[in-house]
C-alpha cells in the first residue's frame, strides 16, 4: 500500500511518515519534528516499493485567505465533551475547502483538556484561540479576535450559538450561522468542488479589499452544502462567473510558474548515475511548463483580471505543493510526479469553468495543456520504473579481529570477449551498504591516496591463494572513475586456477567481487547511524566463488533484530536510500 505524510496521527505530536493500510487507515511508520524528514521517509520507502508517493494525508485543497470561524461549546461539545456529531460533520465538511479556527470562551489554562477533547471528538480544525482573561466579555473578546484574523486573511462564516457573539461578528461584516441551522454534509462531486472554490471572489471585505463574505442572504462556496439558506435565496453552487474563471485563471499562472522552478532546480541539482538521463528530461519538462507561463497570464488581461507577478502572491495563490527533496534522480521525478498531478487537477478545474462560460479559446489552450501534462505524468512515471527495476547495486561489510575489513558487492564481474580479462567495479560511490545496523557510503576519492602511493594489491579468489594478477606487475589495473573504483584484471590462461575462474565466468557460475581494506579517514553522523568512508588502505580485491553479499547480508540479519531505520533531520534524503536498500535486498 502507498506511503505519504500527516501531521495528524494521534500517536504523534508533529509529522509522521505513514502507510496506507487496505481499509482506507493510515499506520504511522515513525515521528518526525520536521515536515521534510517525514517527506524524506516517505519517498525512500515510495521508490523501495515502486509506489506513487499519496503526499500529505488531508491537505486541504484550499482557497488561500478563507476563514471558518466557529465556537465549541453547545456548538461542537454539549456538557464540555460531549461531540455534537452533525455539527461536527458539517465542520469537518468545510476544512476540507476552508481554514477553521476555533474562537472559544475556554481559558488559555484549559488549552490541554480542551485539545483532548476536540481529538476525541475527532473535530477538524487549523488553530485554537483561547481567552487569556476569563473576566473579559467573550462576545467582546471574540470580536477582537476576529479583528485579528481579518487582519491577514478574511474570514468567510462564524458559527456560534450565542446570539451577543453572532452580533459581535455581524458588526465586522462576517456572515453568521447558528449551529442549530446546520445541515447534514451530502456528496458533492469533484466538478461541483471545482466550482464552490472561487464564488466568493467578487465580494468585499469590511476595509474595502476583496473577501470571501457572502452577500447578503447568500452562502459562500461549498458552505451551501451543509449551511441553511433562506427562502429568497438563488441557490450559489454551480454558478460560474467571468469574474471566477479569472480567479481560477490567476491561480493557474501561480502554480504554473511554481511548478516551473520546481522542474528547473530539479534539472540543476539532479545528480547521480541516471543523471544524463533526468538532466535532459527535466529540462524538457521546465522548457514547456514555462512556454505556458505567459500565454495563461494574457487570457487573465484579456478578462480584464490582474495577472500576479509578486513572489507573496504566487506563493498564497498557487495550488502546486512542492516537495523539498535533495538530488537522488529518482526522488525529484516522484516530487515533480507529484507536483504535476496537482497541475492537472488545476487544469481540469479551470477547464470547467471556461466550458461553463462557452470560453472556447481558453478550452483549446486548457485541452493542450492537459495534453501536455498527462504527458509528463506517463514520461516521469516511466522514467521511475526503468530506475526501480534496473538491477541496484549493494554491499556488506564483515570485519575480522586484524581490523581489515571484508566488503562483499553484488555487482557484476565480467569477462571480455577473448576470455582473458575480467572488468567490475569493486565498489561504487554513494551507495549505501547493508545496515548492520549503522550504514556505509564509500565516498568519491576514498582510494584516491592508496593507489597514488603505488599500494600493491593483488585479484585473489576468496581472498586467499596465489595472485591471479597483480597491480606491481601491470597484470590488475585499478582506477577511480565517475561510478566508482573500476577493476581490470589480465588473466594467464596457462595458470590452472585463472583457467578455471575464465571458465566459470563464461559460464556466469562466477558474477561476484568483494575487496578488502582498512579504513584510514572517515566521518560518521550524528546519531551515529550513518559512515562515510573517505579514505581507505586496499589490500585485495577478490573474485568470489559464493553469493557471498547475499549470505553476508542473511548473516548479519541474524546478528541484529530488523528494525525499520529511522531518519533523521541531520541525514537527507541521500541517507534515507537507506530504506531504500535495505527494503531491496530482502
Known sequence: MPYGISNNQSDCSGWAAVKQESDGSYTTLKCYISKQDAIDRMVAQSIAEKLDPIGEIGKRNRQAGRFVVCDIDDTLLRLGTRPMQKNIDALNFMADKFEIVLITGRTENQRDTTVKALKDAGVKYDRLVMKQDAKQDTAEYKKDAAKRLQIAKPINVAIDNDAKARDAYNSLGIHTISPSDLKEPRSTSNSNLCKVEAVMTNQRDMYGNTNDVAPEGMVAGSLSDVLPMADQ???????????????????????????????????????????????????????????AIDPTAEMVRKLDGEAPFELQELVSLRKVDEMMVQDSPSSLAAALLASNDQMLEALNCTYEYADELDEQGICNFLADRIDMHRKWGWQLKASLDTTQQRSTSGWAVRSDDSKRSYAYTNLELRASEDGKTLVGYAAMWDTPSHPMPFTEFVKRGAFTKTLNDGADVRLLIDHEGVPLARTKSGTLKLSEDNRGLLVEAQLDPMNPDAARVMSAMKRGDLSQMSFAFRTVKDSWSKDRMTRELREVQLFDVSIVTFPAYEQTVAELRKEITPVTVAITSG????????????YRSR
Request: aromatic fraction near 12%.
Open 233 to 291: 435565496e438563488e441557490q450559489v453552487e454551480g454558478i460560474v462567473t467571468p469574474e471566477m474563471l479569472v480567479e481560477e485563471l490567476r491561480s493557474l499562472v501561480a502554480s504554473t510558474v511554481s511548478m516551473y522552478f520546481q522542474a528547473h532546480g530539479s534539472h540543476w541539482n539532479v545528480r547521480g548515475m541516471d543523471f544524463a538521463q533526468y538532466h535532459d528530461l527535466f529540462q524538457t519538462i521546465y522548457e514547456d511548463v514555462y512556454s
Open 571 to 582: 541525514v537527507r534524503l541521500r541517507k534515507s536510500q537507506i530504506e531504500l536498500q535495505k
